[in-house]
């Protein structure tokens, strides 16, 4: 995207101090020359003005890498057509970016560093227009889902089943963003829980969190009959089709669906591979699927359930961290065990400078980088390499 992506990266380091007010003034300058475009998005923005750091982070972090970098702009190209993007909305917001780093840059802005930054955005920009455009061919922008099943496991933990309206490709490992019609036009993301069943239906594990707009209604408000808005299906901590090594699964809370979407994967593709799942929660009570999995434990040769717990002295298991429990399990990962790693951004950080420390090599770690933010950030010393930084 840039013959020198040292020149977009130094200056983007100039907007950290300010990242909040850039993000903000981004959103109002594109609003205010685009008025338009306010519709296609909440009436509260924290979040979305979040996601766009994020992601805009993600990519000037990825430039040195350009097979991942396409690879994530495509799935953003897709994502973006359920908002209802266009072509010109990105020459739009390419235009307030500009003008936005040109303002917080300070001294560090030149006509080099705009020329750069330019190209840059016009290459990203060509690379999610022309991924919206390959999708539009073959797939919906947006699905309708039918809530089939809503159990409430504890009280602020529900696993819904929803059956979309038209076929939604996805591979285990992935997650989907859902809409409810209690708050229109805030998506959230949900990794699904299951592999492709032939019914084509979904599995979504949803805690309810405080202040939590649309996890809150799906927890306490949805049920069975109701309709939810499906996007497409994003992400890549999928298994290595090629690989046949020993699995350790490591979550935490509801980390679990994306990592029981794997086992489901990997147990029904080779039966007997070894799977190792460690799941830690803060309570017994909070371990809402263990009676599941004990029942996929029992049936699967190769499949091992770990349950981990912070706070409950009366549980009759392993008790303190995830990290911590990688340090004492008896079949600790190996130099060949492929690791996956979901849960809270924290947790994971933590989890990943465990497995280093074990001897796990960068490149068999895997973990969504979507789900990481800045306190992910402070122990990037940890982050393997091949694991892309927020």
Request: net charge neutral; proline share 8%.
């Amino acid at each position: 995207m840039s013959s020198d992506p040292r020149i977009i990266k130094d200056s983007f380091a100039l907007l950290a101090p300010n990242a909040d007010k850039a993000v903000a003034y981004f959103c109002g300058r594109l609003f205010a020359e685009h008025p338009g475009l306010r519709a296609l998005f909440p009436p509260a923005m924290d979040a979305q003005r979040e996601q766009l750091l994020r992601a805009l982070t993600r990519i000037v972090w990825s430039l040195d890498a350009p097979d991942s970098l396409t690879e994530y702009l495509g799935a953003l190209g897709r994502d973006h057509r359920k908002l209802g993007f266009r072509p010109e909305h990105y020459a739009a917001a390419g235009t307030a970016l500009i003008a936005t780093l040109r303002r917080f840059a300070g001294d560090g802005w030149s006509p080099r560093v705009e020329a750069a930054w330019t190209g840059a955005f016009s290459a990203a920009a060509a690379t999610m227009v022309d991924a919206a455009e390959a999708a539009a061919a073959h797939a919906p922008p947006w699905w309708v889902g039918e809530v089939v099943g809503h159990e409430r496991r504890v009280h602020d933990v529900a696993v819904l089943t929803v059956r979309p309206d038209q076929p939604l490709e996805f591979a285990a490992g992935q997650y989907v963003t859902v809409q409810t019609a209690r708050w229109p036009r805030v998506w959230r993301r949900y990794s699904v829980a299951n592999a492709p069943r032939p019914d084509g239906t979904l599995c979504l594990h949803v805690r309810a969190v405080p202040a939590g707009w649309v996890s809150g209604a799906l927890v306490r408000h949805t049920k069975v009959g109701d309709t939810l808005m499906l996007g497409p299906a994003l992400g890549a901590m999928t298994l290595d089709p090629d690989s046949g090594s020993d699995l350790l699964l490591v979550a935490g809370g509801t980390g679990l669906a994306p990592l029981k979407a794997l086992l489901e994967q990997a147990t029904t593709a080779a039966p007997g591979r070894r799977v190792h799942l460690v799941w830690g929660a803060r309570t017994a009570r909070d371990l809402y699927d263990l009676d599941e999995l004990r029942s996929l434990e029992a049936a699967r040769a190769g499949l091992r359930v770990t349950p981990v717990v912070a706070e409950d002295p009366g549980f009759d298991g392993m008790r303190g961290t995830v990290p911590e429990a990688l340090e004492r399990i008896d079949d600790p990962p190996g130099p060949d065990t492929d690791v996956y790693v979901c849960g809270p951004t924290a947790m994971v950080a933590r989890t990943v400078r465990v497995l280093r420390d074990l001897g796990v090599p960068s490149e068999r770690v895997r973990h969504d980088a979507a789900g990481l933010d800045a306190a992910a950030a402070a122990l990037a010393p940890a982050v393997p390499v091949g694991v892309t930084p927020p």
